[in-house]
């Protein structure tokens, strides 16, 4: 026991700090600081690509203005969204008015912008004057799928869809295919309003959306996707607004239409990358043969090489038509004619009765021995040309 003069400390008794352990110590603190890093360059990112995305969309903005479809809806009650070619910076849909069957009325209103994020995507309307009028972006600590949509000028309440409580069954529909498969509901700040229904079945290309109120059973709005190859190869989706019956602002349903649109048209994109994948790979691998390689099997002998002086005779000749020239009829003269017809009549047969084709087989070309060749050239020379003067 040390004295009671001797002063007591706390790290007396520790023991000093090893290599390893003040290793350990700084790559810790190095993960620590390159994962800081790495999340606030993600959060700036996106920050940047959604202020991009909503510059244009302000109060001050659109103070004053003159809507085309009308300061409460924003769009036109019935659209057809048309896919358009995709950009490096993102995706987009044409709104065109349509009528009640689903006809266009005439040229495009606007166009829904998709800006892609690291942390979520950001979705804004564009009107033809170019005034981007409401934005839609993802909630990413939300359960399940959630979406805000908020009018630009700040006028009116913001609209949140949000798969919350349904997140659950909406997977065990989806994983037994029934035909309706997710269910979201629509808040008004804090009240709930509507509810959507994605109905069709998983994976079916009929997809579809129907709107309808909290307490009600017949839909007010829908959107489906009416066609798959328009202008070749883009999707079309019809929605619309049944009239006198919706208790929500044709924006809010348009921005629930045009989410499924895009997250349907990357479905396609995948499906057709794999097809065409699939069909460029080959389905089997041909070696070509390497000269000699005929010779090289079965131990035969091989091809001999030509030296100067040295005629090589080929082992087969192709076989050349020798016909003969066929025998024209001889003319009879006309006294014989008229005396022996009989006679005439023989002739005129056995000259019908000749072949045409008097070809007699060609005989192949003798094959030199290779010793023979190599002693004696003039030997080959003498025994080609032989073979070559036979008579056919």
Known sequence: MASSGEPQTGYQNMEPETGCQKCTRKVRKCVLGTVCVVILAVCLVQAVLYWWATMKCSASALKDYDYPDGSENLVPRNSLLVQREPAWWGESLINIPADDTGLAKGASTGVFFKTRGPLFNTYVYQDITGHRTFVIRDRPLALGGSHKIMRCDGQGPSYVVSEGSHWIMNNIREMFGTYTTRSFNIWRGSEKVAISEKVGGAGSSHKQIVFRGVDDDVPFSSCFLKDRHYHGNFDEWFVQEYKNESILPAFVPHSCCALMAFRTAVQKREAQSQTEDSKAAPKAFLETPRAGALGDEGGSEPAPVAKEGMTVVAEEA???????????????????????????????????????????????????????????????????????????
């Open 318 to 392: 192709a076989p050349v038509n020798m016909a003969l020239p066929v025998p024209l009829a001889m003319p009879v003269p006309l006294a014989l004619q008229a005396e022996k017809p009989e006679t005439v009549q023989q002739e005129r047969a056995h000259s019908e009765a000749t072949p045409l084709n008097m070809a007699m087989p060609v005989p192949l070309a003798v094959r030199v021995p290779l010793a023979l060749r190599e002693e004696k050239p003039e030997t080959a020379q003498k025994e080609a040309a032989r073979s070559e003067a036979m008579p056919v």
